[in-house]
């Protein structure tokens, strides 16, 4: 059969992983792909601009021509009304398409996600077991016999819901991310992204896995944190230096430290067989001197570490974070010893958090100035521990519950919008700006960032100077992240003028090796080499 995968924005690595178990079962794989410039429901919104380079059309018209039988979808909360307007359309144009949709979203409300008519199989949870299966019954029409993590429409109407199976533990019978997939979109080699485990051993209450951890039913789970072997992350990443220029590799594990024995035999072999710099993610209670030694060593440049806040008795209480003030201390002194670059998370806006929070963290960040604070507001999801709380606590109407499960009212954490009290939301900007520029300014100015200072400014003054700051500072220190978003952007920008004007457009990464990653053919997109744009 012939799968379609519909993507906006940016690589997903879920998305990688389907297409390569699709191919092994012998499917032929495509994309269509939204580059959603100026409003990529992530990163950049800028209304004024995002209409006059909608590619809406573009999308549905790649659907239109790979003729898919299966319509795949991943959405998240931020992009999951969009993904419902492109599957309506695409009915239109192929009433027999049959429809999926999977993922965070899908997972945290799949009834009201099998509701929508254009939907016809819902996966709940990981789908490496039920993905196949799927396409197994859409290609045999099989009697309906009910599938592990899926539920799916009868011709009449009813709903056939399979159970909740555990976790699959051996990663390694996994293929390898299909990056082929992406290569004519995303410049691989500018920033490699992949993942080491799935897992999270924390349930963080504003987090999805807060409740993702939960969904199989009781007893059969399986272990939540699970690895993939040394020699199956080496093998990945030795195709992946063969095939793309690589400049910084990104582990989008959630904590990629879990597992100290694992990470010093793996690290080891990196720093011997790929030495490229890398960044990754860790958590205050998985990061020492040692780990911090053995991480500098390889070619760890960066590490992204969640603060959010500096209350421990709040931290511990109500966002269901258990590291003390003292690991956190002795986290950043590791990373600062063996010059690591700390790119710090730190939420605003958290229902019920003291104040002097904000003043507590301030004091952490000019002690040991990180590399960028990337600062978040306070945001319900759906399925979350959070927003169970904040029902609870009236925080949330029923209605603004209902919009929230829709996708209708979701910003990812950029919007002040959740925060109604005008004195706090005015703090909370002074201290963002002050966390925005402690990573550029000298020492000794640093203690004279005066919140009230900040705080008598216009709000929206804060907010500009906020947004700017992060993203000047950014290109002058040559982030990764964000060169790589930018480059991205022009990339994608000068191709949409290119084909205003008819002109060729060059795919976004280079290929080095013609070798495809296992699982993935060497045609490609339905009979096309990936090689090449299309």
């Known amino acids: 059969m012939r799968i379609t995968f519909v993507a906006i924005g940016w690589e997903q690595l879920s998305i990688g992983l389907l297409s390569a178990l699709a191919q092994r079962e012998g499917h032929e794989v495509g994309l269509a792909f939204s580059v959603a410039l100026f409003n990529d429901r992530y990163n950049l919104s800028l209304p004024a601009l995002a209409p006059f380079f909608d590619d809406q059309k573009g999308v549905l018209e790649t659907i239109r ?35 999926l949709f999977g993922g965070v979203h899908a997972s945290a409300v799949p009834e009201r996600v099998m509701n929508q008519p254009q939907v016809d199989y819902v996966c709940v949870g990981e789908g490496d077991v039920a993905f196949p299966l799927i396409l197994k019954d859409i290609e045999r029409g099989s009697p309906p016999c009910p599938i592990p993590n899926t539920r799916f429409r009868l011709p009449d ?13 051996d990663l390694d019978s996994l293929p390898f991310f299909d990056k082929t997939l992406w290569e004519n979109h995303m410049n691989l080699g500018d920033l490699y992204f992949t993942m080491a485990s799935r897992g999270c051993p924390y349930r963080c209450t504003f987090c999805f896995n807060s409740f993702y951890a939960h969904l199989p039913r009781e007893g059969h789970a399986g272990k939540y944190v699970r690895q993939r072997g040394v020699e199956h992350m080496m093998s990945e990443l030795r195709l992946a230096k063969q095939r793309y220029k690589l400049r910084v590799i990104e582990f989008e594990d959630d904590v990629f430290t879990v597992n100290k024995k694992w990470l010093k035999e793996f690290l080891a072999q990196y720093k011997k067989e790929i030495n490229v710099p890398f960044q990754c993610l860790t958590h205050p209670q998985y990061m020492d001197d040692e780990t911090a030694r053995w991480l500098a060593d390889a070619g760890c440049r960066y590490i992204q570490m969640g603060i959010q806040t500096m209350d421990d008795e709040f931290k511990h209480q109500t966002i269901k974070r ?30 019920g958090e003291p104040e002097a929070a904000q003043e507590a963290a301030r004091q952490l960040y000019i002690q040991y100035p990180p590399y960028r604070i990337q600062t978040f507001w306070t945001n319900y999801l759906p399925g979350t521990e959070l927003t169970r709380q904040a029902r609870e606590k009236g925080l949330l109407s029923v209605q603004e519950l209902d919009r929230l499960n829709d996708g209708l009212d979701c910003d990812f954490y950029r919007s002040s919008s959740k925060v109604q009290d005008p004195r706090k939301r005015k703090i909370y900007k002074a201290y963002e700006v002050i966390f925005k520029l402690i990573p550029i300014l000298p020492k000794a100015a640093l203690n004279r960032l005066n919140p009230e200072f900040f705080a008598a400014l216009p709000t929206p003054l804060c907010a500009f100077i906020s947004f700017f700051s992060d993203a000047l500072i950014g290109l002058i220190k040559r982030n990764p992240d964000h060169l790589t978003y930018a480059k991205h952007q022009l990339h994608h920008l000068t191709r949409f003028f290119l084909r205003k004007m008819g002109l060729p457009c060059r795919p ?15 045609q490609g997109i339905f009979g096309r080499d990936h090689t090449r744009g299309h």
């Open 65 to 99: 021509k790979q003729r898919p039988d299966v319509l795949v979808f991943s959405p998240l909360t931020g992009t999951y009304q969009w993904m419902l307007s492109i599957a309506e359309e695409a009915k239109k144009l192929l009433p027999d398409v049959q429809v």
């Open 157 to 169: 109407g009813r709903i056939i819901k399979g159970e909740q199976a555990g976790f699959i533990q």
């Open 322 to 351: 258990y590291e003390n003030s003292d690991q956190v201390h002795r986290a950043l002194e590791a990373m600062k010893k063996h010059k690591i670059h700390a790119k710090l998370d730190h939420m605003f806006g958290l229902p």
């Open 508 to 522: 976004a990464t280079t290929i080095r090796a013609r070798r495809p990653f296992p699982a993935t053919r060497s």
